[in-house]
């Protein structure tokens, strides 16, 4: 059963920083894709980044240089460093997994139980 457990959003002003972290629960991730979704009512689904584990990583150009995606394998966790952040980055964050290949490519990424309801909200406001 593949899990998929977001948490570190919070409130910021303009030009901070957030990390937020995604616990991932896969029998074998080397064989997995895994993604960081932004989701907001007005624009619905965007992908930010995403990695094929142990491999390369792709940004959406929206946020590239200022967001990085990481992953920790001692701890299965997947990571998304994001800095200078600006008013257009408030959404709620979701992580996603999908079977290799094709990481880059953002449709087919899934989630639990299609669960897209909750991730960890990230507002960004002055």
């Known amino acids: 059963q593949v899990q998929l457990v977001e948490s570190g959003g919070g409130a910021v002003q303009p030009g901070g920083s957030l990390r937020l972290s995604c616990a991932v629960a896969?029998?074998?991730?080397?064989?997995?894709?895994a993604a960081w979704f932004r989701q907001t009512p007005g624009k619905g689904r965007e992908g930010v980044a995403s990695?094929?584990?142990?491999?390369?990583?792709t940004y959406a150009d929206s946020v590239k240089g200022r967001f990085t995606l990481s992953h920790d394998k001692a701890k299965n966790t997947l990571y998304l460093q994001m800095n200078n952040l600006q008013p257009e980055d408030t959404a709620a964050y979701f992580c996603a997994h999908k079977p290799r290949p094709y990481c880059a490519i953002w449709a087919g990424y899934s989630r639990p139980n299609n669960d897209w309801g909750q991730g960890t909200q990230v507002t960004v406001s002055s």
């Open positions: 896969l029998y074998t991730p080397t064989r997995y894709c």
């Open positions: 990695t094929a584990i142990g491999g390369t990583t």
